[in-house]
Structures are given as C-alpha cells and as structure tokens.
C-alpha cells in the first residue's frame, strides 16, 4: 500500500507499532521472570520476591583458603508439589571433595512445629497474623525477640 509515502507515515507507524507491542510480549513471555517487589514512598529498593522457588543450602567444613575458613552455597530452582513426582539431586564439589543432595521424601504441608517431650526444652510459641497467613515464632526460655 506505499506505506512509505509522506501521506502515509501515521499508517505505517500505527502498523509498525503492532509489531513492537508483539515482539515486546514474546521477549516478556520468554526472557523475562515474574516477582514482588515492595518499594515505600520515597524510598528506593534493589531487591525482589521471585515467584519460583528456590531450595538454598550452605556447606560448612575444613576447607581453608589462606586459613580462613570457606563456605560453599548452593541454590537450584524446585517445582515440589504433591501432585509431581518430586525429585532432587545435585551433585557439587566441596574443598576437592564430592558432595551430593538429595530429596529424600517429599512431605506435603510440612510445617516447622515443636513436638513434646517430658525430657526436652522449655518453648513458648507465639503465632503471628500476616497477610499471607499465620506465621509462627518459637521462643527459648530466656530469649528475647522484637516480633
């Protein structure tokens, strides 16, 4: 249609556009990730919530370099959910040393909780409201935390 002609240009633009917003989504769909992000008024924030889920472990032990002691951390990204065969395993060095983890079993709704005993320590557990729903605190006798 001779798009290229002077009468033509806001034609060709509108056209051109289309083909922008569709290239921006396909990068969007394909490159890009998914997040929270809390930023108050006035401040400034570098850091965000991902939306994935991520299983983070840190290894400890004698490895030294130049006497001081070294730490070896390890994030992989997870997709555990009790309708998947859940599975994991990764496979890492430490200080020349092979390491490996792996999930044993999966325990659907886990929660972090304090099991009675007669014999074991004194608790206090507190349970927090939040928006995301209740969040528990434990609290050993003599501890203090600003909740």
Not at 48 to 57: E, P
Request: overall charge negative; glycine content about 10%; hydrophobic content about 40%.
């Amino acid at each position: 249609f001779r798009l290229y002609k002077k009468e033509k240009w806001a034609t060709f633009i509108l056209h051109i556009s289309f083909i922008f917003i569709l290239l921006g989504a396909f990068i969007t769909r394909y490159i890009g990730y998914e997040g929270m992000m809390a930023i108050r008024e006035g401040a400034t924030e570098n850091q965000f919530l991902s939306q994935k889920t991520y299983v983070t472990g840190r290894i400890f032990g004698d490895f030294k370099i130049n006497g001081v002691s070294q730490m070896r951390t390890i994030e992989e990204e997870v997709d555990f959910s009790p309708r998947l065969n859940n599975s994991l395993k990764i496979e890492t060095d430490y200080g020349g040393q092979d390491v490996t983890i792996e999930l044993e079993k999966f325990i659907e709704g886990a929660e972090e909780d304090i099991i009675p005993d007669e014999n074991g320590e004194s608790y206090l557990k507190l349970v927090e409201a939040g928006t995301n729903g209740p969040h528990n605190h434990f609290l050993k006798v003599g501890q203090v935390a600003n909740i």
